[in-house]
């Protein structure tokens, strides 16, 4: 076996002896992960992108060979090398979602990677400025040798969110450079909404936006062990998660969750071998582009994803109370097939589209325009295919006794009675569909994730307006409608106002 | 003040000493719901009901005189008697939204009562059965002058959903007649989805559907004390319900929540004097009509002012990050606004289309057609108000630290530094609204509720379809395309395949 | 009979015997409008406002006693005398959709009327100004007695459209005094989209949004006979208009037809007894306020009338073939209900919901919340509706032969033996109904019209945010949140920036 | 030049010389289609098929070698060799889109060509049976060659819709065989819909539905020359065709259009060499199934390019009157391109993700799934394309005064001034851009033939819900619902009605 490709116990064992991170659940330091009832089902997703390497039906989807490492990795520490490696993703990240029935946290840190390969390599070729891309690329391949599990952090706290980095009130609003060291930089400041943060060996940082001269301490991007000094996370609520801390089995199903965090970062010091971005104010726009449509052609894969498992919840459900085969309960599941699919297409258009952007290997980026319509459909499609499935669930989606009602020595039996439908399946059945049904659709990951993962819907659209050639439009609008012959008409030419009418 | 008109606190006092009945929360049986942690904000809920009545922005809408009980009575147990009642229903309702922020549970058993006034009545007007009309009216003035906190139970728990009671496996899936004896009846089965069950005095009890002949024992409606032997409640769980268990402030706002339950009868005895309709199959389907428009009305009220709610948590959030005056932002506002008010119009066109089904005094029912409309709308567009929703307010609205983080001595201070928007709003003000926001825009009384609240949104299409006039809209259609006309014109008349074609 | 009360006929002869207005249609001037094969259909559907006024099925709606003639009027030319005139306006609407199948073009007359009697009153009222309403008082009574067939003219042509009427580079570009007289003023300008214009016996004219001082030549409002010296109407085209000239009696289903035209206005007199409003500039935003809610009410009437025909024509042809009963056409052709009756109870509720506006008699105004919602969802339902109805309708509807294929003698026959379905029906009947459909459902009258009448969506967008009371929402949310509480926390109070962070 | 290139020219000299086809349009026998007023549009637009494979945007993409014919042909005749060409097909639809703003009628031929390489040759090695494919590669080269304009036909009139064409009232409704002689066979009956049937060389000919054994005589498919003896086209009507006949220029904008036609089969012989399928039944559904999926992809190219002539004209329109940079239109101009992007996106991965379905070259046929979901989105999103693009255009959209009112003498000048929006842009400008929106945005092009075309909305559904598999979506929610456990446990297991509930 490849030394770069760890097992998913590796990982465990891994994240479990690491302990000098801060981490804060619930407002308790929390001191060992693997063990947490509210963080162990994050764990358990990550250390699925790990198995995945391990098992037959995404072996091959989920390593690939590192011309860095000079070894197979894990897809998800790789470097696209062409339009195959841009479908695979979405494939791989679809059949993640089968097997753990919600996000796996590991794909930001992957197009994290991508990015940097990118834009360090730019700054090579257009600024002259190759440090960055040999940090960058000893740092990959320290990452894909000992397939570390990688946190990617972008989204800044953004104070008043109107204002740039140097305008806010909080001059840490954003992550910025407060000292310049000969070793070294100190940073400081706090990313939000940071997926799986509690849970990796690693994070790497970005700036979020486009900067002007005066932002250029917050134009940064480095990489640091999650357990540095100065490092605060604060976990994050979900929907449902005080489940997780019961004794229960069923009312919190599946059995693995993401997480997202606040990364607080309380003047950190990052050794310049670290640094793939210092003060390029230039390129920050340039690298937050590049991130995003990367991130957002990934949501094809994990959404349409979980959308399996909440169509195939919907349709066991019907089948359980005997309607799965009525024309209206299959016009639904239709439709969210169709949904669904409709997600997943734009994907893979965007992953078949790719273009190359740097010289040499690699450098493989989605086609922006289809990555953006991917997640535009994706911050609306989940709350329809949502609608549906609970149209299809019955009401009792959102009334269920609780498991351990089912488990009640008095009420037991009548709860099993009375939740039963056809005789095939039980009132367990039933319940535990429900609660999968319930903790997918309802979840984190499927809706609020949706919506605003790689950027809200708003800046879907504004990349959208700018990618679209209106010019290239109009002019075929213009010549369809003959517009040129105008000048052979002169009753027709611009209208001057007469005495009369300026008086 | 009236006696019929109860306090807030006098209904709690009264449910709090009621304590022979059998509820089950979370597999433990409950003996004062008013002090468990669970049930209190159910408590909370419906007592705002009651609370209304004296309330100054309320009280005129939430009493009115009662020529049953001579006396003014609390709305949510009178009788229509115009159009102006069916009006001031959803006026309430939708302003009890906003002082619960939640379903307040007491429609269902408000609009039994119609049901069965207007039903009764009928079978005393068409078969000249007098009893049901005798015994009902007794019961409502009971009710009336005790304001006592209703259910309503009708939702059977189905079994195999397509077959018919009388063909089910298990006998007691819908609720029956298991011995008639002198004195009254014994019924035997269960109810599903019941609101508020756990938190009231009486439950009012109807079949669910259609029925023939041979379905006869099921086609029965009758009211009993909640703690008449033989009743066991199993409350069923919601969306984020184990934090009502902590001992938070913020995490689980609002402070009240509504909430569901599986009501079983264990051969439950009923006197004859508590049953309002038996062995009636013929009614059954009348009853379920009737029933499902009043309640599919009162859904324009309460779901329109859980939309406010919605609306002004998203608006506020968008001014604590300084953007409400985005374009954008408005432009989803707005929407908001136009979907929330859509589903509004329809219930008052549903209360001033009223039609008065029986003779003498009151039995003023609803539109149908706008009722049905109504809740049709309302099974799609609180999903989309949630969305919108969602994206104003970010992608903290589903990663945001706990309350227990905000109040940790440690990271506190992080955390209300990095939380913080514009100058105006503390980090706990974001906290408070965000979870505002999450715990009404993802909750069992926004969503799944407004699905299936009142009949799934199949059973609105049945009604539309069977209620629209297919007929007299063709008869239109044929005469604006001179249909007639071709009599006149032997060679288009209907083609007779010839021999040659025929070989 | 009353004398205020004309016959349909009677209408026809008086439009034919006015002849001196300057019309032209596809570049030639139009000498007599009833005979001319382009805007005959268009008579013809004016025609049938009044023959509603006879006709048994619509006799009861279409005539009303107006206190101003002192006799029963056509309902069109009446004011709003309490909530249950307004609901009759809806009501009337649809049932005359149901007559004509197309727009009968009398509404912005009749909105014009009930506006400026609003207006008028105001300006007496609020600025003793009782000359206005003294002169629309007198010229109400003209209208009413004789019965006479109005438009109304608001939309001006607008030219820079960002631009106030001050600011443009065409000075005309809205309607304005050029001169005033001693026995009146002159005016100049154009006015777009004008419905009926052509087949009118006077026009009322008002300004088409809320001005400044500067515009104040533009703020007036004033009634003229269509035929006064220097009034030129240009009708516009419509889809299919060009098949009206053919000798055909099938394709161009139904027989009628609206029309629209611009309405030029080249220095005309205007007699100070007919001036409504002079310069009064902060009224003009007032006047366009008032009247945009009267008619975006009433689109819920002729929309969901013209609904109807399309759901008529949609179920027969589903008939035709034989499908009426599949459950993907019952499933469409209900949502096609469901989407018809939303528009309409929108508009029962602005109705039924109208509030008075001046003191004495009159002055019903619709509730305008629900009036914008109304507009705002024939802005969107109608495409959806169509969508459907050309769904259920076949490819057939846009690939039908044409019926001179059906009457030719050598293809005829084979036409009619290939284009019918079920024995019932012949091929002639599913031209004429695939026609009807065709020249409904994608008409100018259903579809463009939809979406810009009484304003387009965005400035129904506009007046719903400003109706709508976030301030009040927001206090609601806050409530809920118990935002208040923050202030005993000092932990929380809104973050100073450290020296450090200042750095 | 290859000889199996044809300019558009020598095509429209070629159909102008063909001259027997008994083609009628409005009730009258066409002699030569290339001067007809009313199909010169279509030839136009067919001919711009030819001129792609020279004009230099498109001649890349236009032409390919094809090893059948040994020498590089039109695409349009081509056979797909891999997933490139899928590729191409979408993307040169999409270009000719822009060229023609129009559709463009050649796909069906050309996907019904590749449909029977995949058919005959899988009739040949499934069933031995080799002539079919020998006969239909013989016409290929032929058909490459000559570089001969096809038309496919397999939409049969279907009489009674839900009956069998053996259960047929008219044997007719279905193409059949009521001849086989030695030298071939003879066919009678009619195909409806048939794109462009009227200016082709050459028509093939396909069943259109699955069948059964009885159904034998109606599995046939064959080609033959448009003027074969006992063929007549019945051409149908479409919105605003009647323009054509005028002698304007610019109402009737663009110059292009399509149309479809009946094409009736009155006992015609077909040689055996031209047949493709005789009586195969079994493999009728086959076809079917192949030739829809293609024709599904296709629309993602022609519908996406006809939505960039949409947006470029309502962006135009937007700058004509000085709106273009305002919020609320630049959201609107957005939301069309996510639309359109969208349908395209899907089309691009139904290519990318293409399948070969037979041994040897060739033979590569489209991903099923994403085919039926590109043709589902084309059934629903032009027409929410073209309410934004009529939002945009204002109401002028279907009020505009014709171009003979603006050539006037008389009005000429006072349209000219009035129609003008900013300086930049005439009135005629603005009617031309107007018009050209018309009859795009409102054409049987885009609207019905978008629900229609390749199958109606319920056929690409019954498709979607056929591939999509729900068996393993159901396991993999049950896996992570964790079903299998409930064995472990007894008192959940199914439950058996004791005596009691029996009675």
């Not at 894990?74 to 089968?98: E, T, Y």
Request: some cysteine; glycine content about 8%.
């Amino acid at each position: 076996m490849s030394m770069g490709l760890r097992t998913g116990d590796q990982y465990v064992e891994g994240i479990k002896t690491r302990n000098k991170a801060k981490i804060y659940v619930l407002g308790k330091r929390v001191h060992d992960v693997t063990t947490n009832l509210f963080l162990k089902p994050s764990v358990l997703s990550f250390k699925a992108t790990f198995d995945a390497a391990f098992e037959e039906d995404t072996r091959d989807l989920a390593r690939v060979y590192s011309p860095f490492a000079g070894e197979e990795v894990n897809r998800f520490n790789s470097i696209h090398m062409g339009p195959q490696d841009l479908v695979a993703k979405v494939k791989l990240l679809r059949k993640l979602s089968h097997k753990t029935g919600t996000c796996f946290q590991r794909c930001v840190g992957w197009d994290a990677l991508n990015t940097l390969y990118i834009v360090t390599k730019k700054l090579a070729e257009k600024e002259g400025k190759g440090i960055y891309y040999k940090n960058f690329i000893k740092y990959l391949e320290y990452v894909q040798r000992r397939d570390l599990a990688l946190a990617g952090a972008m989204t800044d706290v953004k104070g008043v969110r109107p204002l740039k980095p140097s305008e806010q009130p909080n001059p840490d609003a954003y992550v910025r450079v407060v000292e310049e060291r000969d070793d070294g930089i100190v940073v400081r400041g706090a990313k939000a909404n940071i997926t799986g943060i509690a849970v990796v060996d690693e994070v790497v940082v970005m700036p979020t936006r486009a900067m002007t001269e005066k932002d250029e301490v917050y134009a940064i991007s480095f990489a640091i062990p999650l357990d540095t000094e100065g490092v605060t996370v604060v976990v994050g609520r979900q929907l449902n998660d005080a489940r997780r801390l019961e004794e229960g089995e069923i009312d919190g199903l599946p059995y693995m969750f993401n997480h997202e965090g606040l990364l607080i970062l309380e003047d950190v010091y990052v050794p310049w071998d670290r640094v793939f971005m210092y003060r390029e104010w230039k390129w920050a726009g340039v690298l937050v582009e590049v991130f995003s449509a990367y991130h957002r052609q990934g949501y094809a894969g994990c959404k349409s994803g979980l959308g399996d498992v909440i169509i195939g919840a919907a349709y066991n459900l019907a089948k359980q109370i005997g309607v799965a085969d009525k024309p209206h309960v299959r016009e639904k599941l239709t439709e969210m097939v169709f949904l669904n699919e409709t997600m997943y297409s734009a994907g893979l258009a965007a992953s078949w589209e790719g273009k190359k952007l740097v010289e040499g290997d690699g450098g493989w980026w989605v086609n922006p325009m289809y990555a953006n319509v991917t997640k535009h459909l994706v911050t609306r499609f989940p709350y329809e295919v949502s609608r549906l499935a609970h149209d299809i669930a019955g009401g009792l989606l959102g009334t269920a006794p609780s498991e351990f009602d089912l488990k009640n020595e008095e009420v037991g039996k009548l709860v099993a009675k009375y939740l039963q439908g056809v005789p095939e399946f039980t009132a367990e059945d039933r319940l535990r569909m429900l609660r999968l049904l319930e903790n997918t659709s309802i979840s984190v990951a499927y809706l609020v994730e949706s919506v605003h993962g790689a950027g809200s819907p708003q800046a879907q659209r504004i990349s959208m307006e700018r990618i679209y050639d209106f010019y290239t439009v109009e002019k075929i609008a213009k010549s369809l409608a003959r517009m040129g012959q105008r000048k052979a008409d002169p009753r027709v030419e611009p209208h001057k106002p007469t005495d009369s009418e300026k008086a």
